[in-house]
């Protein structure tokens, strides 16, 4: 499976950015899939998971409220609609897909990842 992460950019804070993560490779409707993110020095974290059909999702606490993950099975794209953007959002972004078809909330439970796609809120 490959996944192909874009949409990252420069935006000021309280802007918004969607993220896309295409796959390709093999069928991945099945998959549970996820978005990270890693600011410098700090360790990679999840951002937002969401199962195969779409119906449950996960966010962390700081994202709450402001992003929103989905997924067009149809597309085999997955995006993270991100709004009301703080400075502290500014990481690489990352999405990633397991073959498991529920919520993945551990990165080592992941068994794909993009390249990552970087976000830069200015304050």
């Known amino acids: 499976v490959l996944l192909q992460a874009s949409g990252g950019g420069l935006v000021q804070a309280g802007g918004s950015l969607r993220l896309s993560c295409a796959a390709s490779g093999r069928i991945v409707s099945t998959y549970g899939m996820g978005w990270f993110r890693q600011a410098p020095g700090k360790e990679r974290e999840l951002v937002a998971a969401?199962?195969?059909?779409?119906?449950?999702?996960y966010y962390g606490d700081s994202v709450k409220g402001r992003f929103t993950i989905s997924r067009d099975n149809a597309k085999a794209t997955v995006y993270l609609q991100m709004i009301r953007l703080k400075p502290e959002d500014t990481a690489v972004y990352y999405c990633?897909?397991?073959?498991?078809?529920?919520?993945?909330?551990?990165?080592?439970?992941?068994?794909?990842w993009g390249q990552g796609t970087l976000v830069t809120v200015s304050s």
């Open positions: 969401i199962n195969w059909n779409g119906i449950r999702a």
């Open positions: 990633a897909a397991s073959v498991n078809d529920g919520l993945v909330l551990k990165d080592y439970e992941y068994d794909y």
